[in-house]
């Protein structure tokens, strides 16, 4: 059974960092893309990273691009999202997601001073 379990939100001042995990079991991640979506309050889903933790290929939104880092660690079975030079607007709950439709629980990311 697929499961996913993300940590490492909480509250950060901006350009402060944090760092997201994702922990998956049921399945061994090298084997899909992932992704990391977000929802920031009041607003819709915004697709954030994809990574192939395969071959190592990583793709960002222009949002964030330059300043979140994807990763996976295949020996743990877990994604990790860096986040950089945090900004109010980043403030969301992010989720990992795979394909069709496995969602983890999501985690809190609040930038504010």
């Known amino acids: 059974q697929v499961h996913l379990v993300e940590s490492g939100g909480g509250l950060v001042q901006p350009g402060g960092s944090l760092r997201l995990s994702c922990a998956a079991s049921?399945?061994?991640?090298?084997?899909?893309?992932m992704s990391w979506v977000r929802q920031a309050p009041g607003k819709g889903l915004e697709w954030v990273s994809d990574?192939?933790?395969?071959?190592?290929?990583?793709y960002y939104a222009d949002s964030v691009k330059g300043r979140y880092t994807a990763s996976g660690d295949n020996a743990e079975n877990t994604l990790v999202l860096q986040m950089n030079s945090l900004k109010p607007e980043d403030t969301a709950v992010y989720y990992c997601?795979?394909?069709?439709?496995?969602w983890g629980q999501g985690t809190q990311v609040t930038v504010s001073s």
């Open positions: 997601f795979r394909y069709p439709d496995y």
């Open positions: 990574i192939n933790s395969s071959g190592g290929s990583t």
């Open positions: 049921g399945f061994t991640i090298r084997s899909y893309v």
